[in-house]
Each structure stands twice: as C-alpha cells, then as structure tokens.
C-alpha cells in the first residue's frame, strides 16, 4: 500500500502518530506540506495572518522536518499552494495512494480546507485523522462527551490529574521505502515568496531559538537536564528579560515540532532521577492549561473567535484606529505597555505577564474590541496557537473562562514584575 502523510501543526518525525499509523503497513510512505497562502493575507482585521517572525520559524521547522524524513527514506513534498489543489496533484502524480494520514485540526478554517480536499479526491480513498496535539488524549479524559467540559480550569485539572494518564511516546521510526532511491523537486519558499524580507534578530530578543524538531528537542534537553532550570520554574516564569525566565517551549509546541507527551516525560524523567517541586510540577500545570483551551475550543466551536465569546456576553466594545496605532506602536500612557508592545513588534515575542496585561489594558481599559488584538498576536507571535491565543484573549476580555472578570492594574503590575525599570529601559 502507498499512504501519504498530510503534514500540518504536527511538524515532527518523533511521536508523531499520523506518521507511525502510515509506516506500520505501508509500501510505500510520501510526505507532504503545504504553505497555504491564505495564511500570508491579510485578514479582516487589516493584518497579515502569518508575520514574518512566525513564517520565518515556519520555514525553519520545515526545512528540518524535510531532513528528518530523508533520513528515514521518506520524501516531503513542499508546496506554496492551498491544500486541497496541492494534494490531488501530487495524488494523480504519484499513483495508488490508498490511504492519507494527518493531524485532526477541528477550528473552522482547518475543518473548511479538509472538507474541500475531500470533494477533490477520489472516493477511495481514505483520510484517516487522529488527535494528536493533546497531553490528555480526548479518548481519555473523564468526559463522555465534550459538552461535559467545565467552565473552570480547576475542575477540569483535577479531574484530569486523577483520572487520566498520560499516553506513551511510541516507537522510533526505521528507515522506509529501502528499495527505493527518494528524488524530491519541490523547494521551501522563501521569506521573499510568502512576501516579506529578510530580517535580522534583535538582539535584545527573549527568543532567540531557529524553528525545527531538532531545536526544539534541544531546548527541552537544555532547560530541563543541563541548566535544571525547571526545577525553579515556577519562581522564574514571570520574568520579562532573557532566555530562561521561561522554557520558552511554546513556539515548538504550536507547530507541532515538539509534542506535549515529550515535554511531560521529560519532567516526569527528571523528577524521578533529579528533582521533584512545586516548579517541575507547574510546567505540567501550564500544559494542561494548554490542553484545556485546545478542549474549550472542541466544546464551544467558532464562539471564541466572536465578540461575545463563549459566555455570549454584550459589552459595548469600541473601535478606534486612534488607539489601535497607539498600542501596536507603543504609544500608550503606560511605559510598561509600551515596551511590551516594543518587543512583540520587534522580535515576535512576549512574556506571558506582558501578554496578560496588553490584552487586559487593551480590552479592559481601553474597551476596544478585542478581536482586533487577538488578531494582531496572531500575526505577530512565533508561539501562535489558535486555541490558546483565542482562548487566553476572551479570558481577559471577560467573555471566556475567567470567573472574576479581573482587570490589571498596570502601575502595580509595572512594580511587582519590573520595579528597577530594566524591561522598561531595555525596549524604549
């Protein structure tokens, strides 16, 4: 049998099961991926979806996506094109393809794309999706249905903890296709393709990292064993300057170049031969906080990405372009604002505690549609998530999963996280 591998947010060779699934009794293995333009347009909040810093770590990942898979015998192929035309293409190149292999994705735009595929391939053949970007498997969790998950984080953590293990790695892939000697034409676009120019890093940046599974196993390997700064996590992640305040896992595990299960064993590796705390156990809790938003998203569907959120909550939400140029450009009355918004647009980057208090002041404070932020982080940020950068903003515009609707005071926050000025000083 040929089976073809649909590559998505799931950018790794290591337990990756869409790909274990297509090795096990297949002939044959090919790989595809495809920049999909409509991910380098604007969207209808006026940015671009995929910014530079992002599609930079994009191509990165790719690039090293594509050596992995030489190095098991197995082609990928890279288009700029959308993947419903892509793929047939490739299907009637390469002949007696039974079976496509990929990462279910369940947010519209994803759920969109696949089912316009599904009208242009032949009825043979079989797409075969599997959920593979949780730390709880959805067949596991203590849910029947996910209409059953609850509104508050709390509820759903410990429910979890006590109910639910975390699944194993898998096997490590051998080399496929031995027989066969693997010519791949396509190329990687460019920065210049997608339609930006080159750039240099600042290097004042937090994030300094290349995309890439490789990368990515390296800082986990770097910040859990060598440094063993996990094992002050929890004391560290809500600082604003440097590499490792935080683990900076995020960017690796938004596109899937890393998975959560790795991260998780590690820690639970470490914790038996190193260390055990409250701080290896908070990276843990953060993972979870990450799986809930991906389960937010299955219980409440497209009401993330509108105005009244899940709560269907009316606010009377403003727009002002006024105030939108001041805070992408820093220009608001707040210093610890503005350098926040500094660095984002600057390098891609921001700290968590930054990210909860532009979101607070934007949406909160300036009662501006918080739509139009979100949209700005996900045009920006290397570490863009859908489920958790939708989830986390309806959260702080008070129409998500915070109970207390809370608002940031900005002057204290600006004391408690950067009372020396540093951060301030380091980005205005």
Not at 135 to 159: A, C, G, S, V
Not at 304 to 323: A, C, Q, R, V
Request: charged content about 25%; overall charge positive; proline content about 3%.
């Amino acid at each position: 049998m040929h089976h073809l591998v649909w590559f998505r947010n799931d950018l790794r060779v290591n337990n990756n099961t869409s790909l274990q699934k297509a090795c096990e009794n297949a002939k044959l293995v090919t790989a595809i991926y495809c920049f999909d333009p409509r991910h380098f347009k604007q969207t209808s909040f006026g940015f671009i979806k995929t910014g530079v810093f992002r599609a930079q770590f994009l191509i990165e990942t790719v690039e090293e996506l594509r050596k992995n898979l030489t190095s098991i015998n197995i082609a990928l192929h890279v288009y700029f094109e959308k993947p419903e035309i892509a793929i047939p293409k490739l299907i009637s190149e390469e002949k007696n393809i039974t079976n496509i292999f990929c990462q279910r994705e369940w947010t519209s735009e994803e759920v969109h794309v696949l089912n316009n595929l599904k009208d242009e391939i032949p009825n043979e053949i079989r797409i075969i999706e599997t959920y593979d970007q949780f730390l709880f498997h959805p067949e596991d969790i203590p849910y029947d249905d996910f209409i059953e998950i609850p509104k508050i984080f709390t509820e759903f953590r410990k429910k979890c903890e006590n109910n639910c293990r975390v699944r194993g790695l898998g096997i490590s892939l051998k080399k496929q296709n031995t027989e066969l000697v693997i010519v791949n034409k396509t190329k990687i676009p460019n920065l210049k393709k997608l339609g930006f120019q080159d750039f240099k890093k600042d290097n004042r940046t937090a994030f300094p990292f290349k995309g890439g599974e490789k990368t990515g196993m390296a800082r986990v390997k770097e910040y859990i064993w060598d440094s063993q700064n996990i094992a002050t996590y929890k004391q560290t992640r809500n600082g604003l300057i440097g590499v490792d305040y935080s683990s900076k896992f995020s960017a690796w595990l938004a596109n899937g170049s890393i998975s959560a299960r790795f991260i998780y064993w590690e820690i639970k590796k470490f914790e038996k031969e190193i260390k055990k705390n409250k701080d290896t156990y908070w990276m843990i809790f953060e993972l979870i906080w990450r799986d809930f938003f991906k389960y937010i998203s299955l219980k409440h569907g497209d009401a993330i990405f509108k105005i009244d959120g899940i709560l269907k909550k009316t606010y009377n939400w403003h727009i002002s372009e006024e105030k939108k140029l001041q805070w992408i450009n820093g220009e608001t009355r707040y210093p610890f604002i503005n350098a926040n918004m500094k660095e984002i647009a600057t390098s891609g980057w921001m700290s968590n505690r930054g990210r909860q208090n532009v979101a607070s002041f934007w949406a909160k404070e300036q009662a501006q549609d918080w739509r139009v932020g979100a949209s700005y982080f996900e045009s920006m940020l290397i570490d863009y998530d859908v489920h958790s950068n939708w989830g986390n903003w309806i959260y702080n515009a008070g129409v998500g999963n915070d109970p207390r609707d809370r608002k940031f005071n900005i002057e204290r926050q600006t004391n408690m996280y950067d009372a020396n000025g540093a951060y301030i000083n380091l980005w205005l």
